[in-house]
């Protein structure tokens, strides 16, 4: 079954910082473009980041709000995707789901990414 | 960037009616790289139709999907119970991907 689990949610302060995981498994994890696509309570779906494969050269682009900020990596001997969060603002509050792009046939459930003080 | 507008905002149908849903682009999404997902309350949405008009693996066949340029739709043939659920259409042609605003289909 081909399944994309996200963890590493929680509530962060603002300007604070985290790191979202995805973990895959029942793809050619090696094959895919990985986006992260995020939804804030009651909004609707924003793309925020895409990495490329290793053949591409692990080539990253990001929006607009979170360009400068957030940083996405992988690890494709341990099928994993990362997101990396900095400089959290309380916009950033969103249920955040990793996708297999392009077009995003895969979904994981996502995580609860609260930004408060 | 493209953006997309969804329409209608709301369309509330009944359950064996047919259903139309609308995505405009603001400049033209080259090779029909379209999308359309479904997406139900708690859930992470679900891709329906690529390339504007070929179905995903699973997707049943009243689901179908038209359109190139800047106009695409995405018709529900006879509306079942488990189909009322927000829409949302993507183009993935052009970097920034975006996605319309959605429409919700509700029941009647």
């Known amino acids: ?36 696509v995020r939804q804030a309570p009651g909004k609707g779906l924003e793309w925020i980041g895409l990495i490329k494969t290793k053949t591409d ?4 682009d990001f929006a607009a709000p979170v360009k400068g900020r957030f940083t996405i990596s992988r690890d494709d001997s341990k099928n994993m995707v990362y ?16 996708t297999r792009d392009s077009p995003m046939d895969v979904w994981g459930k996502g995580t609860t990414v609260t930004v408060s003080s | ?23 405009r682009a603001s400049q033209s999404v080259t090779g029909s790289y379209l999308a359309w997902y479904q997406q139900k309350p708690g859930q992470a949405p679900r891709l329906l139709i690529y390339a504007a ?8 066949d009243r689901f179908s999907g038209s359109g190139s340029g800047t106009d695409f739709t995405l018709t529900i043939s006879r509306l079942e119970s488990e189909d009322f659920a927000v829409y949302y259409c993507q183009q993935y042609d052009r970097s920034p991907t975006t996605f319309g605003q959605g429409t919700r289909l509700e029941i009647k």
């Open chain 1, 83 to 98: 997101l990396q969060m900095n400089s959290l603002k309380i916009e950033d509050t969103a249920v955040y789901y990793c």
């Open chain 2, 1 to 23: 960037e493209i953006v997309l507008t969804q329409s209608p905002g709301t369309l509330s149908l009944s359950p064996g009616e047919r259903a139309t849903l609308s995505c």
């Open chain 2, 53 to 60: 008009s070929s179905r995903a693996t699973g997707i049943p």
């Open chain 1, 1 to 36: 079954e081909v399944q994309l689990v996200e963890s590493g949610g929680g509530l962060v302060k603002p300007g604070g910082s985290l790191r979202l995981s995805c973990a895959a498994s029942g793809l050619t994890f090696s094959d895919a473009w990985m986006s992260w």
């Open chain 1, 57 to 60: 050269g692990e080539a990253t």
